[in-house]
């Protein structure tokens, strides 16, 4: 998750206007509670199960900077990830 606020914070990128705000919008979608709970390997997919205090609002987050997310995931793990959201418990 380190990784990918550290994306959303790089400045070395040129702005794009609906993105322009990554840590206010780190913080607004509540993405510093993202946690990941487990990992399965199945065939060449990793599955990961995230966790988050408000899961609806890490889902819109991560929907707005949905391209930056699966490019990092790929680039992360080298492979194809599939991912949900659950409650933080």
């Known amino acids: 998750m380190n990784d990918l ?3 959303l914070f790089d400045t070395s990128r040129p702005l794009v206007p609906h993105l322009a705000n990554g840590a ?4 607004n ?4 509670s993202l946690a ?16 988050a205090s408000d899961p609806a609002a890490v ?3 991560l929907n707005k900077y949905r391209k930056r997310w699966e ?4 680039k992360w793990y080298g492979c194809e990830v599939s991912w949900e959201i ?4």
């Not at 206010?24 to 913080?27: I, N, P, V």
């Not at 659950?86 to 418990?89: E, G, I, S, V």
Request: aromatic content about 6%; glycine content about 14%; hydrophobic content about 35%.
């Open 29 to 32: 979608f509540g993405m510093n």
């Open 86 to 89: 659950q409650q933080t418990t």
């Open 36 to 51: 990941v709970e487990r990992t399965a390997r199945r065939g060449k997919t990793l599955e990961l199960v995230l966790s």
């Open 5 to 7: 606020g550290d994306g």
């Open 59 to 61: 889902r819109l987050g």
């Open 71 to 74: 490019a990092s995931l790929r």
């Open 24 to 27: 206010a919008d780190w913080l």
